[in-house]
């Protein structure tokens, strides 16, 4: 199967015929013509949330202008002697600066960035030990100018610089990158940071990897964001308007991808070199977002352990992204094309052609979703889980607490939550059952083509990931259904759109913890007064998520975990069995 020339592959046995007939229909239609000219009738009648979202077709044009002006401001920090830079940003805000960080590292005399994507008070405390706080350029990175996580991250942070360097000097240790016109971009002029970014507003927040949220973290680590914007003007050229589709990578991935979902394969897994890994990150949150509404959706998996072809379902595709040199996993997937399963290869020439990748994927998913009829630039059920948090927020605020609930079940130092509804569990409180039962009952509850999710609101620390992909795994080993994991509340931005959007396949398995450290949010920026904590704050979050799925008829359970995490999240394992 390996390639030597082709850059993309596809082995898809007998869904060959969906594929052209697919692209013979995106040629008839000419929607690579009428998606240049940003016709919002290629997904949907109406414009809304179209027209407006259609910015990312030129940003690579656009950004190749002002990366010298990027370089000078690269330079003035580095000048200024700072040694660190720490992103405050959520989903499409910080996953593709994420995944440049992970990709590239640090450059010789350049800062180190972090990127600070969550409200645990333990995800903050660890950053804190890693920085000094008085040689930290913070950006701050929101396109609304209102996500509550990171306005939460800068008034906390805020505080601290301003204690520490007084608050005539604080606003020199803030940028930030929002869209014209928000509320930030007022607040960032009041207390005079250092710089502002204003970026296109015609874009999304998960199709903005190559505009200033992506570019201006990556520039300042050293990044040679005018080789990424290259790659990425060579993929754009690739897929013009008057391009045949039949020769469009693009087209005929995001063909393939939606004419797939559609007979059932919706289950995209990715197998990622480790080099490049963390681009899965960022395409997780590209399709789950874009495609997982009006009951659809095509669902990412990443981050899953490649297992024997005879342990997956006939609900899956696969895709192998790899760098040329490595071609070590080209036996196992030549066993999945003999097992029947379709498999897309794509290899990278280098790490830069990750500029490429982010083009490729944004088209890819476009396209997927006219062949989906749906709209592939909205999010109509994030929102949920973010009311539901806002109003036992409001409640903690008012009454001192939050609301709370009497676990179903305690077993062993953890506290279960469940709903009967479609759970079998024993209702005589008198016969309560072991961890095993109940992973028994509420697996048991999962319909054909089912999915399991593990939402961990706990702090992405290695040993953590480490036990919880333990835990996934075996969840694959025992149902042979896909895994996902996201930590809290990262994920609500990233796939919470597809857990609620979608067809309603998914059990989700929350796991909380006691948060041993709590870390008050200031009132305001600069100020000491507060009446909420990051701790009050996920797990607000939490419960609003749950309530969120279970208004919507998803399947969820939690595991509050009132002892240690690790043997907490042991013990669960354990209770699946080998």
């Known amino acids: 199967m390996h390639m030597k020339d082709e850059t993309i592959h596809f082995e898809l046995g007998g869904y060959s015929d969906a594929l052209e007939q697919g692209l013979e229909a995106i040629q008839e239609q000419d929607i690579f013509k009428r998606l240049w000219k940003h016709d919002h009738t290629v997904w949907k009648s109406e414009p809304d949330e179209i027209t407006n979202r259609l910015g990312w077709l030129q940003v ?153 949220f992506g570019l201006v973290p990556t520039a300042l680590i050293g990044v040679d964001i005018d080789a990424l914007l290259e790659r990425a003007l060579s993929v754009a050229r690739a897929s013009g308007e008057d391009a045949n589709v039949d020769e469009v990578p693009a087209a005929k991935l995001g063909v393939a991808l939606g004419e797939l979902a559609k007979v059932g394969r919706d289950k995209l897994t990715f197998i990622i070199s480790p080099d490049v890994e963390s681009f899965g990150d960022w395409v997780e949150q590209l399709l789950a977002e874009s495609t997982g509404k009006e009951g659809k959706g095509i669902l990412p998996v990443v981050g899953e352990k490649l297992a024997a072809p005879h342990t997956y379902g006939d609900d899956r595709v696969f895709v192998w992204l790899h760098l040329k040199e490595d071609d070590s996993l080209a036996k196992a997937f030549e066993s999945l094309i003999e097992a029947g399963h379709p498999v897309i290869e794509i290899v990278l020439g280098d790490a830069y052609d990750i500029g490429g990748q982010f083009f490729l994927w944004e088209m890819a998913t476009a396209v997927a979703g006219q062949r989906l009829g749906i709209n592939p630039f909205d999010q109509p059920n994030v929102e949920s889980a973010k009311v539901k948090a806002r109003v036992m927020m409001a409640a903690y605020q008012e009454q001192g607490q939050l609301p709370t609930e ?116 200031p009132e305001e920026a600069g100020e000491d007064e507060s009446s909420i904590s990051f701790g009050v704050l996920i797990q607000a979050q939490a419960l609003g998520d749950r309530q969120a799925l279970q208004e919507e008829g998803r399947k969820v359970i939690r595991f509050h975990l009132a002892g240690d995490v690790q043997s907490g999240i042991q013990k669960l394992t354990d209770a699946l069995g080998e």
């Open 60 to 212: 690579p044009a656009e950004m190749k202008e002002v990366v010298p002006e990027l370089t000078r401001f690269t330079d003035d920090i580095r000048e200024g002697g700072y040694q660190y830079v720490v992103l405050l940003g959520m989903g499409g805000s910080s996953l593709a600066p994420d995944v440049f960080q992970k990709t590239f590292g640090i450059a010789d005399r350049y800062p180190e960035l972090f990127v600070l994507d969550s409200t645990d008070p333990g995800a903050i405390l660890n950053l804190l030990e890693k920085i000094d706080i008085t040689k930290t350029i913070f950006i701050v990175s929101t396109k609304s100018g209102s996500t509550v996580e990171t306005l939460s991250l800068f008034k906390f942070m805020y505080t601290k610089i301003a204690n520490a360097v007084g608050v005539d000097q604080a606003g020199m240790h803030f940028v930030v990158v929002t869209d014209p016109g928000s509320g930030l971009e007022k607040l960032a002029k009041k207390v005079r940071f250092r710089r502002i970014f204003l970026n296109n507003p015609d874009i999304g927040g998960r199709y903005s990897a190559l505009s200033y």
């Open 406 to 521: 009497a676990p179903r079940f305690e077993v062993d130092g953890i506290e279960v939550y469940a709903t009967a509804s479609g759970l079998s569990f024993p209702n005589n409180e008198k016969d309560r059952p072991s961890l095993k039962e109940i992973f028994n009952g509420f697996l048991g509850a999962a319909d054909p083509g089912a999915y399991l999710t593990l939402q961990a609101y706990l702090p992405d620390t290695d040993e953590t990931h480490r036990t919880l992909s333990v835990l996934r795994h075996r969840l694959h080993d025992r149902t042979g259904f896909a895994t996902t994991l996201g930590f809290g509340p990262r994920f609500l931005h990233s796939t919470g759109q597809m857990h609620k959007g979608d067809s309603g396949n998914g059990l989700f398995i929350q796991i909380t913890s006691e948060k041993s450290e709590d870390l008050a949010i």
